[in-house]
């Protein structure tokens, strides 16, 4: 079974560009979250999103969005970027989403590491 | 605000050593707390404790959790060079509506030969 792929795998942007990642979760998988990490913060959660549908948010600004679509492949977008974006974005699936579920194993991809100039 | 704190931040140790890798969390609707090993990118799972008290074993690699004192290790022995990596727990809390993962910042860890 293919893991989670994300693409790109490296990129370099500047300065108020905007940049879209993209995440293909595990086969069967139906819920995936994004995460930004930076040497300074580690891991910080971005969204979850489950059926298209946006289910938990970090604390990011609006310029930091997200979508899935029905073959629950994700996409991440920033607009207006800045220095301080410059980041591995990691993208995670795993099977369902469910309040009850109990368990919280997700599975990553590779990530994209996004460099701001 | 929900806060998951790991220490040491970097650790150097030998072939043969063994290691305990600290996690502290402050979270609130706690369920669950998780140990990932990320290597290069993609960081990948290694354990998930709920009950406290209770050790989780695989290989060299154990863990365990203390509800009470709100925090968990991580034990490994007979360190090998393949066990260099960053470290990273989080702590899973879900409520009505609402489930996240809030990761520390990770324990680097490098084994010399």
């Known amino acids: 079974k293919a893991g989670v792929t994300q693409t790109p795998r490296y990129l370099i942007k500047t300065r108020g560009q905007q940049v879209t990642l993209s995440c293909s979760p595990i086969?069967?998988?139906?819920?995936v979250s994004w995460y930004q990490q930076t040497p300074g913060q580690g891991l910080q959660f971005l969204f979850e999103?489950?059926?298209?549908?946006?289910?938990n948010k970090g604390n990011f600004p609006g310029r930091f969005s997200g979508r899935q679509f029905s073959n629950s492949r994700s996409e991440m977008n920033v607009s207006t970027l800045e220095l301080g974006d410059s980041a591995l974005y990691l993208c995670?699936?795993?099977?369902?989403?469910?309040?009850?579920?109990?368990?919280?194993?997700?599975?990553f991809g590779e990530g994209s590491r996004l460099t701001v100039l | 605000e929900d806060k998951v704190v790991q220490s040491p931040l970097s650790l150097v140790v030998h072939e043969g050593d063994t290691v305990t890798l600290n996690c502290s969390y402050e979270?609130?609707?706690?369920?669950?707390l998780l140990w990932y090993k990320q290597e290069k990118k993609a960081p990948t799972f290694l354990f998930m404790l709920?009950?406290?008290?209770i050790e989780k074993k695989s290989g060299r690699l154990s863990s365990i959790l203390d509800k009470k004192e709100l925090f968990s290790i991580l034990n490994i022995t007979a360190t090998q060079t393949g066990d260099s990596a960053v470290y990273l727990c989080?702590?899973?809390?879900?409520?009505?509506?609402?489930?996240?993962?809030?990761f520390g910042s990770g324990t680097r860890l490098q084994v010399q030969p």
């Open positions: 999103y489950f059926s298209e549908t946006q289910r």
């Open positions: 979270v609130t609707n706690f369920r669950s």
């Open positions: 086969s069967g998988h139906r819920s």
């Open positions: 709920t009950s406290s008290g």
């Open positions: 995670a699936s795993r099977p369902e989403w469910r309040e009850s579920a109990n368990t919280g194993e997700l599975f």
């Open positions: 989080a702590a899973l809390l879900m409520d009505t509506g609402r489930r996240a993962l809030t």
